[in-house]
């Protein structure tokens, strides 16, 4: 499975047309790459890349605790869920062209920032990034929080 670390700065073009950075596309390595699945992150206003195969396992561990055959809100609830995702393909050169109402939604223009995240890639409006960015010492806190740390000493 592909890991993605780092961030990068492109453009993306009035036709939503965007070119994956070379290290992405070279972590993906043998993997198929006619298609990645662009999801809609609801979390954070900005677009999710995944390759089929981390897609894949994402929704079977989604799906595994729903039953819609039996529970309508469940049935309700896939509906939801897969309309947040779609199948792009992947030119040669790894340039993907993104949906309008994906681009619309993560208010993507111009300048954006793909940032790896471990399975997945982050794609954001360059000026969210920086408004997103966090101090040193604040990240250090944050660290402490998850180690179970009261963040004071």
Not at 46 to 69: M, Q, R, Y
Request: aromatic share 8%; glycine share 6%.
């Amino acid at each position: 499975m592909a890991t993605f670390a780092g961030q990068y700065n492109a453009t993306i073009d009035d036709k939503g047309r965007v070119v994956l950075p070379a290290s992405f596309k070279k972590a993906m390595g043998e993997m198929q790459l006619d298609f990645v699945v662009v999801e809609r992150n609801r979390r954070s206003k900005c677009l999710d890349i995944h390759t089929v195969d981390s897609w894949k396992k994402g929704v079977a561990k989604f799906t595994e605790k729903l039953n819609p055959e039996t529970n309508p809100m469940h049935d309700k609830l896939l509906q939801l869920y897969f309309q947040n995702f779609v199948h792009v393909a992947v030119a040669a050169n790894g340039r993907i062209n993104i949906p309008n109402d994906f681009l619309e939604y993560a208010n993507l223009k111009d300048k954006v920032t793909f940032l790896g995240m471990q399975t997945s890639i982050r794609l954001s409006a360059a000026s969210s990034v920086v408004e997103a960015e966090v101090s040193d010492t604040d990240y250090l806190e944050l660290l402490k929080m998850i180690d179970g740390q009261s963040g004071k000493e």
